[in-house]
Every structure is written in C-alpha cells, then in structure tokens.
C-alpha cells in the first residue's frame, strides 16, 4: 500500500484563484510530513514541514498546509496561485521503522493558466 | 543548492556497461540518499547511508550498488545497466533525517 497519496496526478487552475493539493498518509508514515516543489529540469526545493505543533504550517511562496490526524492528511493550499506556480508539487512522509527515510507520493502537476 | 553537487548532470551509456554516478556533499551531513524519478511513480529509495560505511537498501535497489567510504562522497554504481534504469537521479542529503532533505540537481541517466 501507497504510504502517501496525492489524489490528483494534475490541478488546472486560473491565475489568482484558490488551489489545494490533497495528500493522505498512511500508518506506515510518521508524523514528520513534507512538501516539496520542483519546477521543469530543476531539484526538488522544501515549501514546507509539519514536524510538531501547530497544526497549520506556513511555507514559502505563499503556501500553507494543514496537518489533520483525525483524517491523516496534509493538504498544501494557497489562496491565489500567480503563473510562476506552474510546476510539480511532491507530498513526502518520514517512514517509521528506522532510517529515517523520506517516501514521497507520485506528484502532482500543478498548472496555472491565464 | 550548493552544498550538493552530482556528477555527471547528464549520461548517456549502452545496456551492460557498469555506471559510477556521484554524489558530493559540503555540509558534513550524516545522512546520504539516492532517490529515482520516473514518471507516475514520484521518487523512489535506492539507498541511502546513515554513516561512512554504513548503507542500506531502499526500495528499489535491485540493480543498484552503493559505496561511501567518506563522509562528503556517496556513489551509486548500476552493475549492468539496463533500459529500465534509465531515469533522473537524485542525491539528498539531511543531518538528521527527520527534519527534511536538502536535494541535488539531479543525473539524468539514459541507457541504449
């Protein structure tokens, strides 16, 4: 089974509307929970982190997310995405067990439009 | 970033050769990973390290061997190439693990 899942593989969206990228996460995944972005031939860059805390995790660029136990997710939102937020957004989860080793879900391509 | 470089950035190389890819790192971080990007898949664990000599399997590390005989050097060696590890790789590198991972550039690999 997927340790984390991002339901949506693609996000249309206008220029200064409202996104949220959805994330689930499994029990085989701690509660240190990531969101990485990576725009077109570049590396993956940090957005954000919920390591403990306040449940609401602001980030760069705008983004924020919010951890929800009750419902193991960790939805990434901004409230009016510009152009320059075209690019893949990666959820990612500390697994339990040892290694501390980051298992990410399959990404989803955020497009905005004009 | 640069604290972490790969090399090479690209590579193209025949089926059944042997390939060193290399991750270097300046931070003196304890923690080393090799990640692959395919497309609908996200990333996934080859191996990673926990300490000089120490490594240990990912997820999919058929195929794949590591070696880190310094604190700043991580390799990854595919034994044989073969067309399904044709991918982008990607070297991260964390102090602790469980605060998030620092990513390279990324290598982009293809095998012909």
């Known amino acids: 089974a997927q340790s984390v899942t991002q339901l949506d593989s693609q996000v249309p969206v206008f220029e200064e509307a409202p996104v949220e990228l959805r994330c689930n996460y499994s029990s085989s995944v701690s509660v240190y929970l990531f969101w990485y972005v990576q725009y077109p031939n570049q590396g993956l860059q940090l957005l954000l982190k919920y390591l403990s805390g306040s449940t609401l995790v602001k980030g760069i660029n705008g983004f924020e997310a919010e951890f929800n136990k009750s419902q193991t997710s960790f939805h990434l939102r901004k409230p009016s995405v510009h152009i320059s937020d075209t690019a893949e957004y990666f959820c990612?989860?500390?697994?339990?067990?040892?290694?501390?080793?980051?298992?990410f879900g399959t990404g989803t391509q955020l497009k905005v439009e004009l | 970033d640069a604290g972490i470089t790969q090399s090479p950035r690209h590579k193209v190389t025949e089926t059944g050769t042997p390939v060193t890819l290399r991750c270097h790192q300046t931070?003196?971080?304890?923690?080393m990973y090799w990640y692959r990007q395919d497309p609908g898949h996200g990333l996934r664990l080859i191996h990673y390290s926990y300490g000089v000599k120490d490594t240990d399997k990912g997820e999919v590390s058929d195929g794949y061997s590591v070696s880190r005989s310094k604190t700043e050097d991580f390799l990854l060696t595919l034994e044989s190439a073969t067309s399904s590890q044709t991918s982008v790789y990607f070297c991260?590198?964390?102090?602790?693990?469980?605060?998030?991972?620092?990513f390279g550039s990324g290598t982009r690999l293809t095998v012909v």
């Open positions: 990612a989860g500390i697994l339990t067990g040892g290694g501390n080793k980051l298992s």
């Open positions: 931070e003196n971080h304890r923690y």
């Open positions: 991260a590198i964390s102090p602790s693990g469980d605060r998030g991972y620092t």
